[in-house]
Nanobody, 116 residues
């Protein structure tokens, strides 16, 4: 099983960034995928979820209207487009799936830093 996040970087407040995740070693297209984040000193939290076919999405209240999750089942990837970034969005971002094979697995994450 592999979950590989990429694309994190430093961004100014109000800026935009898209991060990506590849999922391998499980039946990617059969399962919903999720994005989570963990800020220093805080617990990991769910940010967004997308159904297996991409038809349904969920967003945590603080990112609703600013973040958009999408997936490409042909490439085994999901993206998180983040607009209107705020300093409080600074965190390590992780993806995961709802496959039983990934429940105890986390990738290395990708760091997003929002500051002036």
């Amino acid at each position: 099983v592999q979950l590989v996040e990429s694309g994190g970087t430093w961004v100014q407040p109000g800026g935009s960034l898209t991060i990506s995740c590849g999922g391998f070693g499980f039946a990617f297209s059969r399962y919903a995928m999720t994005w989570h984040r963990q800020a220093p000193g805080k617990e990991r939290e769910l940010v967004a979820r997308i159904s297996n076919d991409g038809s349904k999405t969920f967003y945590e209240d603080s990112v609703k209207g600013r973040f958009t999750v999408s997936r490409d089942n042909a490439r085994n990837t999901i993206d998180l487009q983040m607009d209107g970034l705020k300093p409080e969005d600074t965190a390590m971002y992780y993806c995961n799936s709802e496959s039983p094979l990934t429940q105890d697995y986390w990738g290395q994450g990708t760091q997003v830093t929002v500051s002036a």
